[in-house]
Protein backbone atom coordinates (compact mmCIF):
# COMPACT_ATOMS: atom_id res chain seq x y z
CA UNK A 1 0.00 0.00 0.00
CA UNK A 2 1.26 3.46 -1.32
CA UNK A 3 1.61 6.65 1.58
CA UNK A 4 -0.25 8.59 -1.91
CA UNK A 5 -3.28 5.66 -1.89
CA UNK A 6 -6.59 7.66 -1.25
CA UNK A 7 -4.78 11.52 -1.93
CA UNK A 8 -5.48 11.72 -5.73
CA UNK A 9 -8.47 14.13 -4.71
CA UNK A 10 -5.91 16.18 -2.85
CA UNK A 11 -3.03 15.81 -5.51
CA UNK A 12 -5.37 16.98 -8.37
CA UNK A 13 -6.40 19.99 -6.25
CA UNK A 14 -2.70 20.97 -5.81
CA UNK A 15 -2.44 20.48 -9.43
CA UNK A 16 -5.07 22.13 -10.27
CA UNK A 17 -3.86 25.39 -8.04
CA UNK A 18 -0.81 25.63 -9.91
CA UNK A 19 1.39 23.65 -7.58
CA UNK A 20 4.27 21.70 -9.00
CA UNK A 21 5.18 17.65 -9.14
CA UNK A 22 8.28 18.98 -6.50
CA UNK A 23 6.22 20.70 -4.64
CA UNK A 24 3.21 18.49 -4.01
CA UNK A 25 6.17 15.75 -3.50
CA UNK A 26 7.03 18.09 -0.58
CA UNK A 27 3.76 18.78 0.84
CA UNK A 28 2.68 15.10 0.97
CA UNK A 29 6.45 14.16 2.23
CA UNK A 30 6.85 11.95 -0.31
CA UNK A 31 10.04 11.25 -2.93
CA UNK A 32 9.28 13.22 -6.19
CA UNK A 33 9.38 9.93 -8.03
CA UNK A 34 7.09 7.92 -5.87
CA UNK A 35 4.19 10.70 -6.92
CA UNK A 36 5.49 10.31 -10.75
CA UNK A 37 4.56 6.76 -10.16
CA UNK A 38 1.63 6.98 -8.43
CA UNK A 39 0.18 9.55 -11.17
CA UNK A 40 1.72 7.32 -13.90
CA UNK A 41 -0.79 4.40 -13.19
CA UNK A 42 -3.54 3.66 -15.69
CA UNK A 43 -5.94 4.54 -13.29
CA UNK A 44 -4.93 8.10 -12.10
CA UNK A 45 -2.97 9.34 -15.08
CA UNK A 46 -6.35 10.60 -17.23
CA UNK A 47 -7.60 12.63 -13.43
CA UNK A 48 -3.63 14.06 -13.73
CA UNK A 49 -3.84 15.04 -17.34
CA UNK A 50 -7.40 17.07 -17.03
CA UNK A 51 -5.87 18.49 -13.88
CA UNK A 52 -2.61 19.70 -15.61
CA UNK A 53 -4.72 21.22 -17.99
CA UNK A 54 -7.06 23.39 -15.53
CA UNK A 55 -4.17 24.42 -14.33
CA UNK A 56 -3.02 26.38 -17.35
CA UNK A 57 -5.81 28.63 -16.56
CA UNK A 58 -4.33 29.17 -13.19
CA UNK A 59 -0.86 30.27 -15.26
CA UNK A 60 -2.99 32.47 -16.99
CA UNK A 61 -4.27 34.16 -14.02
CA UNK A 62 -1.35 34.03 -12.20
CA UNK A 63 0.94 36.35 -15.14
CA UNK A 64 -2.02 38.90 -15.18
CA UNK A 65 -2.08 39.43 -11.16
CA UNK A 66 1.75 39.69 -10.94
CA UNK A 67 1.80 41.75 -13.47
CA UNK A 68 -1.09 44.09 -11.88
CA UNK A 69 0.24 44.02 -8.59
CA UNK A 70 3.42 45.21 -9.19
CA UNK A 71 5.09 48.32 -7.76
CA UNK A 72 5.95 51.03 -10.52
CA UNK A 73 9.79 51.09 -10.26
CA UNK A 74 11.51 49.92 -12.96
CA UNK A 75 12.99 46.60 -11.37
CA UNK A 76 9.64 45.44 -10.11
CA UNK A 77 8.13 46.22 -13.72
CA UNK A 78 11.35 43.70 -15.52
CA UNK A 79 10.61 41.45 -12.60
CA UNK A 80 7.03 41.39 -12.59
CA UNK A 81 7.56 41.06 -16.75
CA UNK A 82 9.91 38.04 -15.92
CA UNK A 83 7.14 36.54 -14.11
CA UNK A 84 4.57 36.76 -16.10
CA UNK A 85 6.88 35.32 -19.22
CA UNK A 86 7.40 32.28 -17.40
CA UNK A 87 3.41 32.06 -16.26
CA UNK A 88 2.59 32.09 -19.99
CA UNK A 89 5.02 29.21 -20.99
CA UNK A 90 4.15 27.17 -18.25
CA UNK A 91 0.41 27.36 -19.00
CA UNK A 92 1.23 26.65 -23.03
CA UNK A 93 2.93 23.91 -22.11
CA UNK A 94 0.18 22.23 -20.41
CA UNK A 95 -2.40 23.41 -22.38
CA UNK A 96 -0.98 23.91 -25.86
CA UNK A 97 -3.95 23.66 -27.95
CA UNK A 98 -5.42 26.91 -26.03
CA UNK A 99 -2.22 28.79 -24.72
CA UNK A 100 0.25 27.51 -27.10
CA UNK A 101 1.55 29.85 -30.23
CA UNK A 102 1.27 27.33 -33.24
CA UNK A 103 -1.35 27.15 -35.50
CA UNK A 104 -3.98 24.44 -36.43
CA UNK A 105 -3.46 23.73 -39.94
CA UNK A 106 -6.80 20.93 -40.02
CA UNK A 107 -9.43 20.67 -41.08
CA UNK A 108 -12.26 19.58 -38.75
CA UNK A 109 -9.24 17.44 -36.93
CA UNK A 110 -8.44 16.05 -40.52
CA UNK A 111 -4.83 16.93 -42.30
CA UNK A 112 -4.92 19.16 -44.79
CA UNK A 113 -4.01 17.17 -48.07
CA UNK A 114 -0.85 18.89 -50.01
CA UNK A 115 -0.59 19.28 -53.85
CA UNK A 116 2.00 16.90 -55.76
CA UNK A 117 3.93 18.50 -57.89
CA UNK A 118 6.24 16.22 -60.38
CA UNK A 119 9.76 17.41 -60.46
CA UNK A 120 11.62 15.14 -62.85
CA UNK A 121 11.47 11.61 -61.61
CA UNK A 122 10.53 12.71 -58.07
CA UNK A 123 7.16 13.85 -56.40
CA UNK A 124 7.18 16.47 -54.42
CA UNK A 125 4.40 17.49 -52.14
CA UNK A 126 3.67 20.90 -51.12
Same mark, same amino acid.
Given at each position: MSKLDGKLDEIIEMLIDGDSYRVVAKKLNVPLSTLHDYTS??????????ALLY????FDDKAEQVLKDADSNL????????????Y??????????IYGDKLDVT????? $???? $?????????TI
Open positions: KSEHSARVRESASTVEVQRARELAQHRWKASKRAPKSDGEQ $IKGT $IVKWGDKEI
